[in-house]
């Protein structure tokens, strides 16, 4: 039987080749599968590609998200080789929404692992290195986009400068892990840091999109505006999350004594596209009602239901989000068009972008309130810009301002080198740094490995 | 704190409210979230609706997907009260690929679930079932099409007959589980039969497909075409199942040793999508491909990897197929025009559809060969059409013939009602023809509870 397999094979291909040849109204009959055809054509292509970036980054020890978005890149400039099949996968609505129900289910993952109680015990180092990690970056990224792209709205500068805010925790808490750090109190506090991070993000990621919005309508931009839209921003979290949360552990508890399957999968989608969509309608961004929605359905409330179908939120999503999230990081990279790069400047606003990323990252630095810490892991721990810089990226080339898009594409490319720089450099960096505080630690404490009394010492008593 | 929930909701909805009065640009600021957005609006009241379908039929007895197809029907049909809010679920590009990819790994699972070894040991009688099964209804709906709707091109009878030709494996297997009948031999022919009449089914389809895809182009309709498209058909998945299974065997045995996470379920959606793809090519449907990626896949190939990850295909595959596959049936009802069944005819060519698919499959009874069984309940058993017969006509309502569609809306309706008659009355009907039989057995075999000895004679020697 084995042995006959080899020759199945062969009358196999030799059947399949025959039938390729045949006569050509198989081409015609062809095609009557709908839009979906070339979506699959373009989701084989996007698979393949992550996960061969993906495992080719993560054996260099990087992140497998750079693999993915390099990838991306490659294949959406094979035009530039001539191969121009893979074109359409720019421009299809099918894959641009499977994209973005990506990383809608992205943020409505990183929700579900934040919680707001753990948000609010972090400390004040925390909020601190947060708060200085967002406004230092967002007005060096506005001063280098001002002083380069002179020609520019103020408003594409601001927006330029929220593209750098905000750090992508999945990366720094990858690094940390496989570094066995993820216990350390620096580590807790970029964690802590970077979830307070992720949602300054999307207030400054609201009032940004919100005054272009305004600025489309009426043409002058009030400072009132934004107060409106960080005020509507607020409001809008803190009531999804008070009277959401109060809603959807009322409706879990009754889907608990329902019968049909995957309600539980069902409940929890439809709340994080719903408050994705009302997000969207009241002017902020999808991704904040997504986020909005997995902090809301953080919690005991689904505990019945999800005990009873032995699953758990986190578990149901997972595959999803494995289908659907490298769609999103693919697709980034096809978006960036790397003939933009022979423009002259763009390479040189890219490297200055990246410095302003890094340098108004290592100002976090101050924010470190206790003593004796490794204060430079815990800012270069901030560094990296990943996903985040990315979605906002990928909003601001949609956003249009008097008919322009936000972001146009030579921004969009210089933003993309700047979010694979900073991303790069991190876990190299990192482990120097956290070598470097733990070689200090051990000239502090004596060159010997500490006693037990020595190691009870050196915790320090909590703050905050 | 408990106390002061209640407080804080009321001063949440207080400034949600505000916040929703604000000034009309936010309604301009909307919107900046791109084709993703009616989409969600479109997935909650989907999701939704195929919940509260599926819970109320299944409190009923009833198959869930029932509940989905009416209150899809009900969610599509608003606009005769006056409410067009969800007309756009209609045209909705992102809605129709994410059902199509629905359907796709629906038909995937259906293959994962089935395996070739299975096929072809289930005995003469299941494959003489599933040839009576088939061909008797295929005729019966061809000629009740041709006698009521005379002024109907020939192909379109032809396939309005293929879409009463194959039986819904799922329901019947749900009935049969949930009356623990299971492994009687009566149940495994009608699943054996239903898994060779699924192929059938699938050829049929393909065979129709591509003869009408002849007609358009060349104008002739010849024999030699319709030998053609079954000749690829068959080459397409022997050969789909030989060298895929050989090439994925390996590529599978490679992935096993990469590092990256969700190799698994990236390689094998690929694998789904790009015989879907494939079969799309050669002018057959997209869901033989995937029907013939999942027979592949169902297999040892994958299990050094799997037994890494600690997960199946299936595993990874089912909440995917959670999300998608109510899409699928739920935008079906959507589609059926209810102001179609005012049109005079409708609803008789609707009753005489639902009489030929249930007579059609009385004749299964005739290829039962063991003595001794109940033939009635394998022939019921083979009544329900269920999704494979929404699958044919949604196909048959977008293939166009001569510039028309081949199913009509007033045709894809009736369809849609065989589908939902023939589905009803399977599990009540079942219940009583299985207990008939039951009394039947027992009076052959004297009064009492049968003797182990008894029980012993009553194994029949397995045939084929």
């Not at 291909?13 to 039938?19: E, P």
């Not at 002179?150 to 990858?174: K, Q, W």
């Not at 999800?306 to 659907?324: C, M, Q, S, V």
């Not at 003939?339 to 606003?349: K, N």
Request: with cysteine; glycine share 12%; proline share 4%.
């Amino acid at each position: 039987m084995r042995k006959a397999v080899p020759a199945l094979v062969l009358f196999g291909l030799f059947l399949a080749v025959r039938a390729w040849s045949l006569p050509v109204e198989t081409a015609d009959g062809a095609g009557h599968g709908g839009p979906v055809v070339p979506v699959l054509l373009g989701l084989v292509v996007i698979l393949v590609a992550a996960k061969i970036g993906g495992e080719i980054f993560e054996r260099m020890g990087q992140p497998a998200v750079l693999g993915e978005l390099l990838f991306g890149m490659l294949i959406g400039n094979l035009s530039l080789l001539g191969i121009g099949h893979l074109d359409f996968l720019q421009s299809s609505v099918g894959i641009e929404v499977l994209a973005q129900l990506g990383v809608i289910l992205l943020l409505f993952q990183v929700g579900l692992e934040s919680n707001v109680h753990d948000m609010l015990s972090v400390g004040w180092s925390s909020l601190l290195v947060a708060v200085l990690g967002v406004v230092a970056p967002f007005f060096l990224g506005w001063g280098v986009s001002a002083w380069i792209l002179p020609e520019e709205e103020t408003l594409a500068h601001v927006f330029i400068g929220a593209t750098l805010a905000a750090t992508s925790v999945g990366i720094t808490a990858r690094v940390l892990a496989d570094l066995g750090k993820l216990s350390a109190r620096e580590s807790k506090i970029v964690l802590g840091a970077a979830v307070i991070d992720d949602v300054l993000g999307l207030v400054i990621l609201s009032v940004v999109s919100g005054v272009i919005g305004a600025a489309n309508t009426g043409g002058t931009l009030r400072a009132a505006d934004a107060l409106v839209i960080i005020v509507k921003a607020i409001v809008f979290l803190v009531g999804a999350i008070l009277i959401g949360g109060w809603l959807s552990r009322r409706v879990f508890r009754l889907a608990g004594f329902l019968r049909v399957q995957g309600m539980l999968l069902a409940l929890s989608l439809a709340v994080c596209f719903l408050l994705a969509y009302l997000a969207d309608l009241i002017g902020l961004a999808t991704i904040v009602g997504a986020f909005a929605a997995g902090l809301i359905l953080d919690g005991v409330q689904y505990q019945d239901l999800g005990e009873r179908t032995k699953h758990k939120i986190e578990e149901l999503i997972h595959p999803i989000a494995g289908f659907l999230v490298p769609i999103f990081f693919v697709l980034m990279g096809v978006r960036v068009d790397l003939s933009s790069f022979g423009r002259p400047g763009v390479l040189g606003f890219a490297a200055l972008l990246s410095l302003a990323a890094i340098l108004g990252k290592m100002i976090c630095a101050a924010g470190v309130l206790e003593r004796g810490l490794d204060r430079l892991s815990v800012a270069v721990g901030m560094v990296p810009r990943g996903e985040v810089g990315l979605i906002f990226a990928g909003i601001g080339a949609q956003l249009k301002l008097h008919g322009q898009p936000v972001i146009v594409p030579s921004v969009f490319a210089a933003v993309v080198v700047m979010v694979i720089v900073t991303t790069l450099i991190t876990p190299p960096a990192l482990k120097i740094t956290l070598a470097r505080g733990d070689r200090r630690k051990e000239l502090r404490e004596g060159k010997k490995a500490p006693e037990p009394e020595v190691e009870a010492e050196r915790a320090l008593p909590p703050l905050g």
